[in-house]
């Protein structure tokens, strides 16, 4: 029953900014690890950013210092700020997330549909 679904692609110009947002919904006990990975035709799928219940952030070597990532537990939602973007950060961005449905239940992991940007002037 749970669903992650992603917000906030589009088309930007290199050198520009945009916010992808993660909501989180559905039978949810208790969501550990959120973050996002993003995939491009004929790579693999790269994780980005993660934030952990607790503890500090993940930022991939190749965009660290252009991202932020937040979550907001009580709504359920993680963002990402991306800034500074490049041609080469094209690619569907994808909300993931470890999530228990219940207390009995182990985490699983969850994917949103994902969301396409695309940096091109």
């Known amino acids: 029953q749970v669903q992650l679904v992603e917000s906030g692609g589009g088309l930007v110009q290199p050198g520009g900014s945009l916010r992808l947002s993660c909501t989180a919904s559905g039978t949810i006990f208790s969501i550990r690890t959120m973050g996002w990975y993003r995939q491009s035709p004929g790579s693999q799928r790269e994780l980005i950013a993660a934030?952990?219940?607790?503890?500090?952030?993940y930022y991939a070597d190749s965009m660290k210092g252009r991202l932020t990532i937040a979550r907001d537990n009580a709504k359920r939602t993680v963002d990402l700020q991306m800034n500074s973007l490049k041609p080469e950060d094209t690619a569907v961005y994808y909300c993931h997330a470890v999530i228990q449905i219940s207390p009995s239940a182990v985490p699983a992991v969850y994917w949103g549909q994902g969301t396409q940007v695309t940096v091109s002037s």
């Open positions: 934030m952990p219940s607790s503890g500090s952030p």
